[in-house]
């Protein structure tokens, strides 16, 4: 199976632009499985320099071998438009920015999966619209970050 999933995923799919807020956001579709899951990583990316590096391929194209796998550039970053550096975005924008690209690509619920940088954004994302989401993941995630403010958070996959 993994072998035909590889030689399917070989061709770099296009890049696609949502609106949010008069602004261009930069998303790729791969794969055509039962579930729609959108990966939501670090503070950086680049959709079409993420196929350049071989490790960060073959995780999304695993990921689009079992479900239709949507990645995007969040307003900033990557391929999606510029922010003025005294405009950086809130989380708040960053969950604007993950329904934006989810609304484009017709994805009604999906599975969230986010590491690192992205973990605060999902969790922030699943308690706001828990409704479109089938699972949520952080991988990655600063595990107990609310512990400063003596909030004892364990995070793990969640499944709504």
């Known amino acids: 199976m993994r072998a035909a ?5 070989e061709v ?4 696609q632009y949502a609106r949010v807020d008069g ?10 499985g039962p579930i729609d899951i959108v990966l939501a990583e670090q503070w950086t990316s680049h959709q079409e320099a993420q196929w350049d590096v071989p490790p960060v391929a073959e995780i999304r194209r695993r990921l689009a071998a079992i479900g239709r796998l949507i990645t995007f550039d969040k307003r900033g970053v990557g391929m999606s438009d510029p922010v003025p550096i005294n405009a950086l975005p809130s989380i708040e924008a960053w969950i604007d920015d993950v329904r ?3 609304d484009a690509a017709r994805s009604e619920r ?13 969790l922030v994302f699943a308690a706001i619209h828990p409704d479109r989401l089938r699972a949520f993941f ?5 595990r107990r970050a609310g512990a400063w403010y003596g909030c004892p958070i364990d995070l793990a996959l969640v499944e709504i």
Do not use: D, N, R
């Open 23 to 32: 602004l261009h956001l930069a998303y790729q579709v791969l794969g055509e």
């Open 110 to 122: 999906a599975a969230l999966i986010t590491t690192m940088g992205g973990g605060l954004m999902g």
């Open 5 to 9: 999933a590889t030689i399917l995923f």
């Open 138 to 142: 952080v991988g990655g995630g600063w």
């Open 12 to 15: 770099t799919p296009e890049t």
């Open 100 to 102: 934006a690209v989810m």
